[in-house]
Structures are given as structure tokens and as C-alpha cells.
């Protein structure tokens, strides 16, 4: 099988797309989050791969100051919808 990909010229893609590959369409994030306050966010994703997501992932936020680039926070959510 992986003979007959590599003469038709698809292995390479193939390879790339093994498994699930997620992909941000879009994001909608504020501009500005304050201290102590809930923060709201949509992002968008699609799975580019040939697999999907069997087991349940968690999802990390990373939020960096832009005038402090070394302050940085995370958030974990797990409860993904």
C-alpha cells in the first residue's frame, strides 16, 4: 500500500494528515482582560487530519501581557463543547 501512494504522488500528504491535525480557523478574544474578572473567548477549529479525537484533551490558554512578554498566565478548561 505505501508503495502504491509513494508512485501515485500522495504519501507525502499522507503523512501530514495521519491522525488528527486541528487547525484555528478563527478566534474571538477581547482585547483586554482584567484581573479577577471572567474572560469570554470563541475559537473556531477544524481537523484537518484522517483521524478524530478519541480521547478527551485538555485545553491549556496561554495569556501573555504584550508590555510584559515574560508575564505570562495560563488557564486549563477541560470542559470542551
Not at 508512485?7 to 499522507?14: H, P, R, S, V
Request: glycine share 6%; aromatic share 6%; proline share 5%.
Amino acid at each position: 500500500m505505501l508503495e502504491r501512494w509513494r508512485t501515485q504522488g500522495c504519501l507525502a500528504e499522507i503523512k501530514r494528515r495521519l491522525g488528527y491535525r486541528l487547525r484555528l480557523i478563527n478566534a474571538d478574544i477581547p482585547a483586554q482582560a482584567a484581573a479577577g474578572r471572567s474572560l469570554t473567548l470563541t475559537l473556531t477549529l477544524v481537523n484537518d487530519g484522517f483521524a478524530s479525537p478519541y480521547n478527551p484533551r485538555r485545553l491549556e490558554l496561554v495569556l501573555r501581557a504584550v508590555d510584559s512578554p515574560h508575564q505570562i498566565h495560563r488557564i486549563r478548561y477541560t470542559g470542551l463543547t
